[in-house]
């Protein structure tokens, strides 16, 4: 009955996530580490593209692992991912409240739904909390040493750290050319990402518009796969914090809508009324759905595209197999500073 009532929910979020599959991997645990630093729990993989979600009982015993593979990480695969995963462990720790005899259904989808809704208005909070975590472990100086040993960095490197620092709220200009960058490179860089607040929604949008200019052209694929773990983590840490920032500003956005139509007003949202569905069950699709679109991370969305394309773990539902999402690699390549 738990895997019946597993799958139920595993088929909810299939039916919203268009183009990669979603499976539950029973038996399995999820890898205690990963070998490159993420920003993120739950991600794996050089560009973040696996996500790999332990369930477990009350009691830690583990059900399973809740497992995708993403080429392109945008606000509603986020949201689906990391707010699903956390309805469905919510929903499984009623289950296991249930007593011998109870015929009321394991898991029902409009119980579920509410869960997922509730979990996802508190994805920016919960994300900034868990991503300051990850971010402390980084060593600031051996950080901000490594990137300032470039003489002549590549356009992608200096377009990425301009997105990172038009992130924290420089102005563009002022972080165009890398002699402007490598003054700004200090050992206050790591304290200023742990500052970053989710919360204000209007600062959030206005520092997202001008790292996504600041980045046109940036091939992050690239800056990923060859260059040193300093440049990947900051990197990693603007695909992230640019995710978060559209679920932040989604969120702000709707309860203005809801607080204008408890007034008595009729605000529009897009070409959406607030009178309408917006934010109710109806509207669960529009709120988790997946779109198919495969944008750069200089898109509009800021959403990014991976070019790998790999699988977490042979087998679907059922399977008994541990995950293993990181297969052997040769020596990567690596990108030095130039002399």
Known sequence: KVEAAIEQVCSWMRSRAVDFPVRFEYGARAPASTSSWQPLPHHAGDSMEYFLLQIDWPDMRPIGVLAVTVETWDRNRFELMHAGGAALQQQLMRIDGMVVGDERPLILLSVFEDAFMEERAKLPLRMEGEMRNLVETLDSRGVISELRMYSDPSPNIVLALAGVFCMLGYERKAVQSWDQIKQELRGNLIAQMLALDFSDAQTLKRRHRESILATKGLETDEVLKTSTMPLTAIVKWLLAAR???????????????????????????????????????????????????????????????SKKGLHVANGGVGSKKNLDPLPAKGAAKRGRPQS
């Not at 920032?245 to 607030?274: C, F, H, L, W």
């Not at 934010?279 to 198919?292: C, E, M, N, P």
């Open 243 to 305: 995710i978060i920032t559209q679920i932040a500003v989604t969120n702000a956005r709707m309860s203005e809508v809801y607080t204008d139509a408890s007034e008595g007003s009729s605000p529009r949202v897009g070409n959406r009324k607030s009178g309408s569905s917006t934010g109710s069950k109806k509207s669960l699709t529009a709120a988790a759905g997946v779109h198919g679109s495969r944008r750069s991370l200089s898109s509009e969305t800021g959403s990014y595209k």
